[in-house]
């Protein structure tokens, strides 16, 4: 019984542990107020975010309805929202969506951004290259390494220090003190608007394309931006930060169930499916009973905690295979990378009709079905799961 209840509560328990020990802040308004300073990685969410003092020595993970960043990021920033400013330095990467998005700051990384409405304002330098996409996009500023966007209207009015490559599905335009020093490769229905006091360095070459009337082009013209929107991008940020809090505090015994998951995937995959349908049974069968309803109430809560467990090892399964099978490695590996390709896999995977909903069910049956097994192995006392 005792093994039971441990077993039940790391399952139960493990998800606010890992908030406490990576500075995870949650609620309707989450704050970090200006001269304070957080030392290493901060997961911030809620309704309205105001990050307005520093995050040092690590990266900042962020996402909610309002979200201000004012503060420095000593790392990566990545965040989502339906309004979202970033206005403080980030030291890296910047990986932002959201419904209206303002950039104002430097970024000594890249930057990958996708917004309804996206503003990089006069002041802001990009010193890696720029991957952005949306709908009225403004790029002042500089880009110290080039630029790829995809939108509907795109103004540039600020220094590409390189190339710039445009996919506009109404208009480009190119205003008075705009300088592209590279060469400028836009796609558009129309020539743009150039401005004879704006600069192009190289040539400028124009392919006229046609859109569909929403503006989309075919997703085969692999502007993957042009249809990322902000609560896709909230979903799988979500997702990762509970991923990567999952690897960072159990990444040996995580390891070990995906090289099981891996090498029995049909015999897990089969467990899962069963588990999935039978235990629900169990349930309504105990619960029926007056004095089963106590055990029928604990079996559907380590239930439940067994799905949500079972969709965040889904990712870190997904990505560690994934890995392993491009780079052809001898073992397995967990770190952040293979966390955010497991996330994306699995994330662009559901928008494939049919294939990707058949794959994300396999997946998640092998997931239920491998967490199930060394949770048994564990309340038989049994060290060795492999």
Same mark, same amino acid.
């Given at each position: 019984?005792?093994?039971?209840?441990?077993?039940?509560?790391?399952?139960?328990?493990?998800?606010?542990?890992?908030?406490?020990?990576?500075?995870?802040?949650?609620?309707?308004?989450?704050?970090?107020?200006?001269?304070?300073?957080?030392?290493?990685? &901060?997961?911030? $969410? *809620? #309704?309205? /975010?105001?990050? =307005? %003092?520093? @995050?040092? !020595?690590?990266?900042?993970?962020?996402? +909610?309805?309002?979200?201000?960043?004012?503060?420095?990021?000593?790392?990566? &920033?990545?965040? $989502? *929202? #339906?309004? /979202?400013?970033? =206005? %403080?330095? @980030?030291? !890296?990467?910047?990986?932002?969506?959201? +419904?209206?998005?303002?950039?104002?700051?430097?970024?000594?990384?890249?930057?990958?951004?996708?917004? *309804?409405?996206?503003?990089?304002?006069? %002041?802001?330098?990009?010193?890696?290259?720029?991957?952005?996409? +949306?709908?009225?996009?403004?790029?002042?500023?500089?880009?110290?390494?080039?630029?790829?966007?995809? *939108?509907?209207?795109?103004?540039?009015? %600020?220094?590409?220090?390189?190339?710039?490559?445009?996919?506009?599905?109404?208009?480009?335009?190119?205003?008075?003190?705009?300088?592209?020093?590279?060469?400028?490769?836009?796609?558009?229905?129309?020539?743009?608007?150039?401005?004879?006091?704006?600069?192009?360095?190289?040539?400028?070459?124009?392919?006229?394309?046609?859109?569909?009337?929403?503006?989309?082009?075919?997703?085969?013209?692999?502007?993957?931006?042009?249809?990322?929107?902000?609560?896709?991008?909230?979903?799988?940020?979500?997702?990762?930060?509970?991923?990567?809090?999952?690897?960072?505090?159990?990444?040996?015994?995580?390891?070990?169930?995906?090289?099981?998951?891996?090498?029995?995937?049909g015999k897990e995959t089969l467990r899962g499916f069963l588990i999935f349908l039978l235990v629900p049974v169990l349930v309504f069968i105990l619960a029926v009973s007056v004095l089963f309803?106590?055990?029928?109430?604990?079996?559907?809560?380590?239930?439940?905690?067994?799905?949500?467990?079972?969709?965040?090892f889904k990712p870190i399964l997904v990505g560690s295979w994934s890995y392993r099978k491009i780079y052809k490695a001898q073992e397995f590996r967990l770190d952040w990378k293979t966390v955010?390709?497991?996330?994306?896999?699995?994330?662009?995977?559901?928008?494939?009709?049919?294939?990707?909903?058949?794959?994300?069910?396999?997946?998640?049956?092998?997931?239920?079905?491998?967490?199930?097994?060394?949770?048994?192995?564990?309340?038989?006392?049994?060290?060795?799961?492999?």
């Amino acid at each position: 019984m005792k093994k039971i209840i441990a077993a039940f509560g790391i399952i139960i328990m493990a998800f606010p542990a890992f908030a406490l020990a990576a500075n995870f802040q949650a609620g309707p308004s989450s704050a970090v107020a200006r001269g304070e300073s957080i030392q290493g990685n &901060l997961y911030s $969410a *809620g #309704g309205n /975010v105001s990050i =307005l %003092g520093n @995050v040092e !020595d690590g990266d900042l993970y962020t996402a +909610g309805g309002n979200v201000t960043v004012a503060g420095n990021v000593a790392n990566d &920033l990545v965040a $989502a *929202g #339906g309004t /979202v400013n970033i =206005l %403080g330095d @980030v030291g !890296d990467d910047l990986r932002v969506a959201g +419904g209206n998005v303002t950039i104002g700051s430097k970024i000594s990384g890249e930057l990958m951004a996708a917004g *309804g409405q996206l503003n990089i304002v006069s %002041g802001t330098e990009i010193m890696g290259m720029a991957k952005i996409g +949306g709908g009225d996009i403004v790029l002042d500023g500089t880009f110290n390494d080039g630029i790829q966007a995809a *939108g509907e209207t795109i103004t540039i009015n %600020g220094s590409i220090k390189g190339n710039a490559d445009i996919t506009a599905t109404k208009k480009l335009v190119v205003n008075e003190g705009a300088s592209i020093e590279g060469d400028l490769n836009y796609k558009s229905p129309v020539a743009a608007d150039i401005s004879n006091g704006a600069t192009i360095g190289g040539k400028s070459n124009f392919q006229e394309a046609k859109f569909s009337r929403d503006g989309r082009k075919n997703m085969a013209d692999g502007k993957f931006f042009s249809f990322l929107g902000a609560w896709w991008f909230a979903q799988s940020l979500m997702l990762f930060i509970a991923a990567l809090l999952l690897a960072h505090f159990y990444r040996r015994r995580l390891l070990d169930m995906v090289e099981r998951a891996a090498s029995n995937f049909g015999k897990e995959t089969l467990r899962g499916f069963l588990i999935f349908l039978l235990v629900p049974v169990l349930v309504f069968i105990l619960a029926v009973s007056v004095l089963f309803f106590l055990p029928a109430f604990f079996v559907l809560a380590a239930y439940a905690a067994l799905i949500i467990f079972a969709s965040i090892f889904k990712p870190i399964l997904v990505g560690s295979w994934s890995y392993r099978k491009i780079y052809k490695a001898q073992e397995f590996r967990l770190d952040w990378k293979t966390v955010l390709l497991g996330v994306l896999i699995v994330q662009v995977f559901r928008y494939i009709p049919f294939v990707g909903w058949l794959f994300d069910l396999v997946v998640f049956m092998a997931a239920i079905g491998t967490a199930s097994f060394f949770i048994w192995k564990f309340l038989k006392g049994t060290r060795d799961v492999a």
